[in-house]
């Protein structure tokens, strides 16, 4: 009766041999890291997948967005959403800038513009909002606004791949996007990144920030840090690429599987524009109560299913941070949970995951 155990994700590995043809390659060229072949074709392949101008593979996610707050020379207080992963509002701190919270939407689970303009002081410079699950932000009006104040805007899309919104890739909004490629999100490199911008200039202060400064072996352009990824994990990402059409498919019929099977259920779900063609990430559910949520989890968990509390706590309640009061965020994230999915989920976990969720909001 017990399962084997079903985390919240599971990442896709493609087989061994497909994998090893590249390592082979890497081996002949005894060229491992520093712009080599496999990471400019994984930049080249991904700049096509994605619809963007200028695309740079670095070695995660945390670090593209604290490059992105450098190559934009923002100092002083950066608006950002309260309900996001923790490297969202860490990355600013960590770049001696402070994170300004404003709440989200309760609907799309995304920062709300309506409540930005509240929070700018004489000291803000930016705005950085996620793509909540990769669910798009209100990019007209934060852009609006960012125009009107002459703020920057950095997009943490690290669940946004492939996101395409009214027609377009969701990363050409704002002056830089970043990307996550870590092994629990939705297209991985093993570790990895990506700063994304169309904009010339930026990308040319990236490129040298990437790596140290340089400008040839004896010369630097300026200050940098090292935030280049190696040939090893570009690798994974180019037997991944092919195959992420087919792993996004499935994670469309899971969670079409998940909607009927919870649609008499008292649960909410973040709501997605019809201007988005959305990517399947994730799939969480929101229940009317925290005691109700608890129940479920502990009930899945029995079952050795482990859905998670994406996000939480709300960034906003951290004392290493700044403690503000968002009502909004904190309310969702504590009735937040996210299901399992992943391109090797079998429908009957599904089914039977739905099955427990609801035994127990029945009798709870
Ligand atoms: C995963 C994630 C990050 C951090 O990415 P890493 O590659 O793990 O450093 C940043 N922001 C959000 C919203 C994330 O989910």
Redesign the pocket.
Known sequence: MSNPIINVTKTYLPPLEEYSVLLKGIWERGWVTNFGPLVLELEEKLKRYLGVKHIFFVS???IA?QVAIKALEIRGEIITTPF??I??ASSIGWEDCKPVFADINPDTLCLNPRLIEEKISVHTQAILA?HVYGNPCDVETIEAIAAKHQLKVIY?A??AFGVQYKNQSLLNFGDISTL???AT?LFHTI?G?AIVTNDEELAHRISYMINFGHNGPENFFGLGINGKNSEVHAAMGLCLLPKIGDIIRKRRELSTLYDRLLQDLPLTRPIISNDVIYNFAYYPILFRTEANMLIVREALNRHNIFPRRYFYPALSTLDFLQIQNMVVAEDISQRVLCLPLYHELPYATVTQITQIINDNLRCG
């Open positions: 995660n996610g945390t967005l996001s992963y490297a969202t996620t943490d690290a669940h996550s490629f870590h999100k570790e990144g």
